[in-house]
């Protein structure tokens, strides 16, 4: 009997021994669901991204205990992605809620070029080939009514140069004595009170 009950354990595997890898599971309806179509045992299931919220931003200056309705634009761009926030609608009017950008905005307008190409819009020469050669960028923007915060950067940058572009080989002497490679303006109003608003914003900005 007792040779009889040892025959019946159930064995252990030995830890020091290398496992096999476990047995790839049937694909389920929603795997093929998630991969358009069939999926095979041995793929992994697949996770939609779910894209990151900052479902409190801009919110520090409404906790007045009413309620604050809200927008987040999301912009595409030559430079990358961007959201224009307004945190409150209301707001935006009495001065007590902000309006900006939470990253550069640039366009190459050598791509509105082609657009204007396509429909069938002739430029004079000069300045087709300026806006080949042409980035426009709104760089920061924050706007408050009611002489509160403003900061706007915008910059204009010639790759090869304006004067290059707009004369080429017809006039070198110019091109040669010196040439202009971008333009940036600037239009700022805070009072001393309220700089450290901006400065959180520009450091956001860039970071």
């Known amino acids: ?15 020091k021994k290398p496992q096999a890898p ?11 669901e ?13 996770s939609l991204p779910v894209p990151a919220v900052n479902v409190t931003s801009g ?15 999301r912009v595409r761009s030559s430079g990358g992605p961007s ?7 209301e707001g935006v009017k009495a001065g007590t809620s902000p309006v900006y950008i939470t990253r550069p905005i640039s366009l190459e307008l050598d791509k509105l070029r082609k657009v204007l190409e396509k429909k069938g819009v002739t430029l004079p020469e000069p300045l087709d080939k300026l806006l080949k050669d042409t980035r426009v960028a ?19 940058q010639f790759n090869k140069g304006l004067f290059t572009s707009l004369f080429g080989d017809d006039d070198q002497d110019i091109v040669e004595l010196f040439d202009i ?13 309220k700089f450290s608003v901006l400065q959180k914003y520009a450091a956001e900005l860039s970071a």
């Not at 476990?22 to 093929?32: L, M």
């Not at 520090?60 to 309620?67: R, V």
């Not at 959201?83 to 609608?89: A, E, N, Q, S």
Request: hydrophobic share 40%; glycine share 10%; proline share 8%.
């Open 34 to 46: 998630l991969k358009g179509g069939e999926a095979s045992g041995d793929e992994p299931r697949i």
């Open 1 to 15: 009997m007792a040779k009889e009950d040892e025959s019946q354990e159930v064995s252990q595997p030995d830890p």
């Open 181 to 193: 490679e971008g333009v940036a303006l600037r239009v700022f109003r805070c009072g001393a009170d």
């Open 138 to 156: 709104c760089n920061a923007f924050y706007y408050t009514a009611n002489n509160g915060p403003l900061l706007m950067m915008f910059t204009l």
């Open 83 to 89: 959201v224009l926030m307004v945190p409150d609608f």
């Open 59 to 73: 919110s520090e200056a409404l906790l007045d205990g009413g309620t604050h309705v809200g927008i987040a634009v």
């Open 22 to 32: 476990p047995k790839p599971r049937d694909a389920t309806a929603k795997d093929k």
